[in-house]
């Protein structure tokens, strides 16, 4: 993305920092629960809360989680890392330190492929990722004058993934984190729900004019909480960092709050540096190592990748890259069209799973494990479609009720009389109705309107209530005008 300026022509670079909650019973080093919702304060154990003579002890499951991630994101596994305090002070930070990964985290450099509006693919480095554990939740508006802490929170297993500066554009940002979300949910390492704050994301932003290869200072937009708020930000922060520059300023490097009401960013505090956090390794947790068969172990058991799966539906059902983008953005919905395109054709089933299904889903209070209509009886709809008992047009009618009733689609073709008219006679003698109470429109389809045909076409499958085959249809009209 290029923005003018009124000196020239400027960049964005961008860089992105996420923080995933990752999925697991209990915290990253304690055993409290981690389940979403419960009452302030339920779930803290003593090593969260920072009582003295608390140690941590490592969870098993989200080093699992990790490494899962990192081979998902085609990174280097780091067979040793290394847990370190990271010293700051905050009022929802028990411990006064927290505990996370420094100069040895668990992996290293890795690709991310982003999937773009035109159609191409870029790819997006990522930097590393480290575990490390969340803080507590503040909170400031129970109480006139006083602020409470909810420490749940505290303690939960975090990945921080961090990008490298390789993004141009909000575009690209927002195409960044979808499909980071989606790879997350592939792997059921982290839910992706940004409204729970289970994935959020600083961005670092900075600009510089087109041609230059400097990186100029950055600011770090923090804690945004939704795809379209970090591209808004990213683009209010870029063009206030171009009018800075071009009015002879210099820009801070600090951190930043987006304030998604007024769409613009306001500052929060000058950005800290690695020292000022007074790094040292934890003196409580030895360096965490993991085997070779461990990583191994996980690296068998991978579910198809959406970049995989997408690149086997356009090879094996024929889809184009956007169909088969849409369809694999989620896992559940990708396997609901292999089921529902189980040999059947897959540009229909992809048709319908796209279009009348998805519908169906954001109208209601639907999900995947209850959708609107099974894939089963989606797949026996259009067996009916193309085996001529019903139309295309009848299908809509069909789906209709399959939503509201749940019934078998043939046995809705049965009830409803909803089967489509086949039989050339009654086609013919509905045709020579129109015509004979219409002799002046047939007059003008002799004279050369032939456009008009379709008006007939259409004045026929209201008289059939939209049940005449359409194909039959149009060859028996254009066979009476040849008469």
């Not at 390789?166 to 790879?183: H, N």
Request: include cysteine.
């Amino acid at each position: 993305m290029i923005i003018q300026g009124d000196t020239g022509d400027w960049e964005i670079v961008i860089g992105l920092e996420v923080h995933a909650q990752v999925i697991s019973k209990s915290k990253l080093f304690s055993g409290a629960a981690t389940d979403f919702g419960a009452e302030p304060n339920d779930q803290v154990s003593f090593v969260d809360a920072g009582f003295p003579g608390m140690l941590p002890v490592i969870n098993e499951k989200c080093v699992e989680q990790a490494v899962r991630t990192g081979l998902g994101l085609k990174a280097k596994i780091n067979l040793t890392s290394v847990f370190a305090r990271k010293n700051y002070f905050y009022a929802d930070l028990p411990q006064g330190y927290q505990i996370s990964q420094y100069d040895m985290p668990i992996v290293g450099e890795g690709t991310l492929l982003i999937d773009l509006a035109d159609g191409s693919s870029r790819a997006i480095g990522i930097e590393r990722l480290h575990l490390e554990q969340d803080a507590g939740k503040s909170i400031h508006d129970m109480h006139p004058s006083k602020s409470y802490i909810d420490l749940n929170r505290s303690g939960v297993a975090l990945m921080e993934i961090v990008s490298k500066p390789d993004m141009r554009s909000p575009e690209e940002a927002g195409a960044y984190l979808t499909k980071l979300r989606t790879i997350l949910r592939y792997l059921e390492t982290c839910d992706g729900n940004m409204q729970e704050g289970s994935m959020r994301c600083d961005a670092n932003v900075s600009v510089r004019p087109v041609g230059s290869t400097e990186l100029r200072t950055r600011c770090e937009i923090k804690n945004v909480n939704s795809i379209r708020f970090v591209q808004q930000a990213i683009e209010y922060e870029a063009r206030r960092h171009i009018d800075v520059y071009e009015n002879g300023g210099e820009i801070r490097q600090e951190t930043r709050l987006f304030d998604s009401a007024k769409g613009e960013t306001r500052s929060m505090r000058s950005k800290e540096h690695a020292h000022d956090y007074r790094y040292f390794p934890d003196p409580d947790l030895l360096p965490l190592v993991v085997a070779q068969d461990f990583v191994d172990g996980i690296q068998a058991t991978l579910p198809e990748l959406p970049d995989d799966k997408k690149a086997r539906f356009m090879t094996d059902f024929g889809l184009n890259s956007y169909d088969a983008g849409v369809l694999v953005a989620e896992r559940a919905s990708a396997d609901f069209f292999e089921q529902v395109a189980a040999g059947r054709d897959a540009k229909m089933a992809a048709n319908w799973v796209m279009g009348d299904f998805f519908a169906a889903m954001n109208s209601g209070d639907y999900s995947w494990e209850k959708p609107p209509v099974s894939a089963v009886n989606l797949g026996k709809m259009i067996d009916l479609i193309k085996d001529g008992t019903i139309s295309t047009r009848l299908a809509k009618d069909v789906f209709i009720f399959m939503v509201e009733t749940g019934k078998d689609p043939a046995i809705i073709v049965e009830e409803k009389g909803l089967k489509q008219v086949t039989d050339t006679g009654a086609i013919e003698k509905a045709i020579d109705e129109i015509m004979a109470a219409n002799p002046d429109k047939v007059a003008e389809v002799k004279a050369g309107k032939d456009k008009l045909m379709g008006w007939f076409v259409g004045q026929v499958m209201k008289a059939t209530q939209g049940k005449a085959n359409p194909g039959m249809l149009n060859e028996l009209i254009v066979k009476k005008f040849q008469e």
